[in-house]
């Protein structure tokens, strides 16, 4: 065997070396992404489930599908098979993206309004996103803390809220400006939440939410018995490592 031919077949092998490692890298680096964010199979809705919409109705029509997210994302709840809401029905809209939930599905169709209102309080929603809501740890029944946060401060706006129902979560595009004026838009989820407050709370949640506090964000603060919130000035830049 020539010297040109010894060459060509060298290269062959390494080239096939090459190739191989890259496999096994990627192959590796998959696991490794599965192991940091320790993932786990969901069902989550690809279409708009309509209230009254069986379940096999909505996975004939290719609605709903099994996928992966990391754990700390899995919603409480959440489903990765159909089994035990086989035969049940959706109670309210499931919109593209949200994890299938078993309480969202009942063997009879929703009818009437079943929200119950602390006496002497209107429920007004508001919409948040994963951060927002405590990660998903927030239930009907639950104590909330309310803050705002603005360009120029974070403040406590409401300090004893009730929450009274969970709506639907979906996934929205969310854009954010930075100091340099460049823009950025991702796909976040966000969750309706409905809660029971005076007139005043409501109108305080509702200016702050539709951009009357100059572009000012609002998100949970989850409440238990020991909790202690009480208002204050809140922080700026000029207090933050005072």
């Not at 996928?67 to 709840?77: H, I, T």
């Amino acid at each position: 065997m020539d010297r040109r031919r010894v060459l060509l077949v060298v290269a062959a092998i390494i080239a096939a070396l090459g190739t191989l490692l890259v496999v096994l890298y990627v192959r590796g680096a998959d696991d490794r992404a599965n192991e940091k964010f320790n993932a786990v199979k969901v069902l989550t809705v690809t279409k708009q489930i309509n209230p009254g919409e069986t379940v096999a109705a909505a996975q004939a029509a290719g609605k709903i599908e099994l996928g992966s997210v990391a754990e700390g994302q899995r919603l409480p709840g959440s489903l990765d098979s159909l089994s035990p809401i086989e035969g049940q029905i959706a109670q309210t809209t499931l919109y593209p993206g949200e994890q299938v939930i078993a309480a969202k599905f009942a063997t009879t169709v929703a009818t009437g309004n079943n929200l119950t209102i602390p006496k002497g309080s209107i429920a007004i929603s508001l919409n948040l996103t994963d951060t927002g809501r405590v990660a998903g740890f927030v239930n009907p029944g639950d104590k909330v803390a309310i803050f705002l946060t603005t360009p120029a401060f974070t403040r406590l706006l409401l300090n004893d809220v009730e929450v009274i129902a969970v709506g639907a979560t979906a996934v929205v595009p969310t854009t954010t400006t930075d100091a340099s004026g460049n823009q950025t838009t991702e796909q976040l989820p966000r969750t309706l939440f409905t809660v029971g407050v005076t007139q005043a709370q409501a109108e305080k949640i509702l200016y702050a939410t539709n951009g009357g506090s100059g572009g000012g964000q609002v998100a949970f603060g989850l409440l238990n018995k020991d909790s202690e919130v009480r208002p204050g000035p809140g922080t700026s830049a000029d207090s933050l490592f005072k």
